[in-house]
């Protein structure tokens, strides 16, 4: 059963990466989504205004000193 099991992982591997490796969809598969996109924006921008809201705390905190 082992051998069974291990012999058809295997061919599977090696189907996939045959079907993976194919220089005509490297575009297609490197392509990000344009879900991922829009959240990556997102989150630049959040970090963006975290990083100006610290700024403005550390201001705050530097003249009460």
């Known amino acids: 059963m082992h051998f069974m099991v291990n012999a058809s992982r295997d061919k599977l591997h090696s ?35 975290l990083k100006r809201a610290q700024a403005i705390l550390n201001e705050v905190v530097d003249t009460k000193l």
Not at 26 to 41: K, N
Request: avoid cysteine; proline fraction near 0%; charge should be negative.
């Open 15 to 49: 189907h996939l990466v045959q079907n993976l490796y194919k220089e005509d969809l490297f575009d297609v598969l490197l392509q990000e989504s344009s879900d991922i996109a829009d959240r990556r924006e997102v989150v630049a921008k959040a970090v963006e205004m």
